[in-house]
């Protein structure tokens, strides 16, 4: 099934315009904890997000892990830092061997940190040696305040459990602390995304917010509230009855809604607020109501809200 790692995944994450390469450097374990500790010991905090892949048995997940702030006189002083890792190893591939190509955050601004002491200020690390992980990012990029790492050769699920590949820990810092967002990670075959929980740094500001409208009533328009959004871009309001999946090809993102519709389109005012007229089908009295904003001029998604119809 290795065969699969040179598969060429159609589906993956269309390069956006504008996207800005990001430097990536190796270092190993556990010498990168001596970049946020003097004793070069971290109590860090860990979760994960299950993955089921089509078409093969057994569980992988995305794992989120983040370090406390850097300790005064080290070279990552007053940051945080995030590390991620992608483990299929226990999951075993039947009808398919499916492998994840890429992974996409809602990082937002990376603060550079000089990781293999060439004197230098780094964006991405790799520990490539003395952890987990047999897979490293071939490379990653960032549009507006959302970063793509790409996987050249995948990581792929195995002939049997315990024979899937794993990431090695890849990371960056931040001057902010860790918020929960939904990641999306490119798969294939057959091409799909999965809609990952992850942790990532908080957004000055607070960051792209879709206000939750509560319970509505059916048959009736609504008004729904976005925040930090670009000034002057157009936002756009996707909904669905399920949470779930759909690929938004302006901006190469899948939203985190079943089957979503555009349902509405502003534009923000001076302070990166829109207004959002929706109107309400009466069909949907008794459902739950699934809603995600589109920032389109960073492609930044927010949290998907609900709201109950009656």
Do not use: W
Not at 28 to 52: E, L, M, Q, R, W
Not at 162 to 178: I, K, R, V, W
Not at 187 to 210: E, H, I, S
Not at 248 to 253: D, G, M, Q, S
């Amino acid at each position: 099934m290795r065969q699969l790692r040179i598969f060429l995944f159609a589906f993956a994450f269309a390069t956006a315009a504008g996207a800005v390469p990001l430097d990536i450097v190796t270092v190993g374990a556990p010498a990168i904890n001596c970049k946020f500790d003097t004793d070069c010991n971290i109590t860090v905090s860990d979760t994960t997000a299950n993955i089921i892949l089509p078409g093969s048995s057994g569980n992988g997940f995305l794992q989120s892990r983040t370090f406390p702030p850097g300790e005064p006189g080290t070279a990552a002083a007053g940051l945080y830092g995030y590390e991620y890792r992608i483990d299929l190893r226990n999951i075993a591939g039947l009808t398919v061997a499916p492998c994840i190509s890429q992974l996409r955050l809602d990082f937002g601004p990376i603060a550079p940190v000089d990781y293999n002491g060439d004197g230098h200020a780094d964006q991405v690390y790799v520990v490539t040696s003395g952890g987990l992980g047999n897979v490293a990012p071939s490379s990653a990029s960032q549009t507006g305040d959302q970063i793509t790492f790409n996987f050249s050769p995948p990581v792929c699920v195995g002939s049997s459990p315990g024979h899937g590949d794993s990431s090695f820990f890849f990371g960056l810092a931040s001057t902010q602390p860790a918020r929960h967002v939904t990641a999306q990670a490119a798969y294939g075959p057959p091409a799909g995304t999965l809609n990952l929980d992850a942790r990532v740094p908080q957004l000055a500001g607070g960051g792209f917010v879709l206000a939750p409208p509560g319970v509505v009533k059916a048959g009736t328009t609504i008004f729904l509230r976005v925040t930090g959004a670009k000034p002057g871009t157009i936002v756009d309001l996707y909904t669905g009855i399920e949470s779930g999946s759909t690929s938004i090809r302006a901006c190469a993102v899948a939203v985190g809604v079943k089957n979503a519709k555009l349902a509405a389109t502003s534009a923000a005012d001076a302070k990166g607020n829109a207004r959002l007229k929706l109107a309400v089908p009466k069909d949907l009295a008794g459902k739950t109501l699934y809603l995600q904003a589109l920032d389109r001029s960073a492609c930044r998604l927010s949290e998907v809200v609900t709201a109950k119809v009656e």
